[in-house]
């Protein structure tokens, strides 16, 4: 059973202060992230959907995944969206030694060459994220939609991304085969709700 929580309550934000959960503003801004891309089919899908509504967005893409699809990560940067570190294979900071886990960082990076990072999973120790915290902006979310776990609905997904969605929210989708088949009617509905409330939608900045 998966156990993870979709939104995260403000008084965990203070016990870790070199993780960044939302970007606080006062002008009706939030930032749409996706994990796990670049996918052959699934991305190009996500960014003409991100087009249609005149969004920007974050990817946080996986090292091996961004070798096999360069022309993704091109297109990414190329129509206005961020980029960012998701370790080379998608690795747990929980499992893994922290030589070998930094590792997994550096590779990534030198494909990507980015500042901001996403923890695979959500899982970073207290030890490594004050370390990496020294290069990069650690950007995790106040928002999940869900939309990897299989025991959740599209309509599920919706509202777990929208019902509590504020200024300075930084929400995760995935741009995965595991996340499709929700991600496919969620995500346009998302953007919609989105748009209508008068959000704009931009990348996540150093």
Known sequence: MLIYPKHIPDFIKPLSR???FDIPNDHREIYIT????PHPD???WVLDQLKNFTAKATFFLIGENAER???L????LAEGHAIGNHTMNHVSGWKTKDAQYF??????????GSKLFR?????ITHGQSIFLNQKFKIVMWSDLSADFDSKKTEEDCYKYATHKVKSGSVIVFHDSIKAWPRLDKALPRALSYYQEKGF??????I
């Open 18 to 20: 070199h993780l960044c």
């Open 34 to 37: 996706f994990d796990d891309g």
């Open 42 to 44: 699934i991305t190009p």
């Open 69 to 71: 699809h360069p022309s």
């Open 73 to 76: 990560v091109n297109r990414i």
């Open 103 to 112: 590792r997994q960082i550096d590779e990534c990076n030198k494909i990507l």
């Open 119 to 123: 923890p695979p999973y959500g899982q």
């Open 200 to 205: 704009k939608m931009s990348p996540i900045t």
